[in-house]
């Protein structure tokens, strides 16, 4: 064969690189034996990519293999989606492995600004105590303030103190009280962590995370996708404008029924709540 017949020399990538590549090139395309520069009709060049399938233009670039070995940058794998998709899978694996003996437990949220000298932080100390005592362990975001507050009354009663870190802009690492702690790099992981191993919410005030977890868990328990799910605000002054605001203007409006108002308990006291989120789950506390 000459050059100029040689396959290759086309440029054409699905034609077989030289005689020698193959026992019987008749076999592979037998428009060779007949003479015939191209196959009749047009191209159906085609190659698997796992289970996707790729024909004509889209059957063209570099096999996988060729990727993963021959790349020159071996770093640049680990900034792809499939590479986060791994890093996804391994967050729920390594959130639903360390947490499925937990037992029962109750979410805990709030400000991560909330000073040690706070009213309320006091409060999520308490609370975090009572759960305790209760039955229950804690669950918290893990960093400071009201988050800090419930770990640290968790812990001091001698319960569970669990701490679902995330990883953000600014360093905030995990608090001193968290006995079991693990790190995140994705909310949606987190956040499903905090709904599917807890019998409930009790919020502290907090900014727009604390409302991020507050309206996530409203919705999930709205459209029937967590039941039995209790959500307790504590702060009557704190929370009343936005109950006020949600009864006068969503309900107004017929963006949600009256029956949606009942997902929420308001009340002041740390005792109030660890008792409703006990009842809802047919537990009683100790104090």
């Known amino acids: 064969m000459s050059p100029s017949q040689h396959p290759s020399a086309s440029g054409d990538a699905w034609l077989p690189a030289a005689d020698d590549d193959v026992a019987d090139p008749s076999v592979v395309a037998p428009w060779l034996a007949s003479g015939e520069a191209r196959p009749p009709g047009p191209s159906q060049a085609t190659r698997r990519r796992g289970s996707v399938e790729l024909r004509r233009g889209q059957a063209t670039g570099p096999q996988s293999d060729n990727t993963l070995l021959d790349a020159p940058d071996s770093g640049a794998f ?13 967050e729920f694996v390594e959130g639903f492995g360390t947490l499925a003996d937990l037992g029962p437990a109750i979410s805990v ?23 305790v005592e ?42 001193e009280w968290v006995d079991l702690g693990i790190n995140f790099r994705y909310f949606f992981a987190r956040k499903t962590m905090f709904v599917k191993y807890a019998s409930g919410f009790v919020v502290l005030p907090g900014g727009f995370g604390t409302l991020d977890e507050l309206f996530e868990a409203m919705t999930l ?32 409006e017929g963006t949600i029924s009256e029956k949606d108002l009942s997902l929420l308990h308001l009340v002041d006291t740390a005792e109030e709540a660890v008792r409703i989120v006990a009842a809802s789950a047919g537990r009683s506390g100790t104090s």
């Open 221 to 252: 328990v709205q459209t029937g996708k967590v039941t039995s799910f209790p959500i307790v605000l504590i702060g009557v002054d704190y929370w009343r404008p936005l109950l006020d605001w949600i009864r006068g203007t969503l309900l107004t």
């Open 78 to 90: 680990t900034r792809t989606d499939p590479w986060r998709v791994l890093r996804i899978q391994s």
């Open 134 to 175: 209760a039955g229950y362990a804690v669950i918290t975001g893990g960093g400071p303030g009201a988050m800090e507050a419930a770990n640290k009354g968790a812990c001091e009663a001698g319960g569970v103190s669990v701490g679902l870190g995330i990883e953000l802009p600014f360093e905030q690492g995990m608090n």
């Open 109 to 131: 949220f709030g400000s991560a600004r909330t000073a040690r000298d706070s009213p309320f932080y006091g409060i999520g100390e308490e609370v975090g105590r009572r759960l």
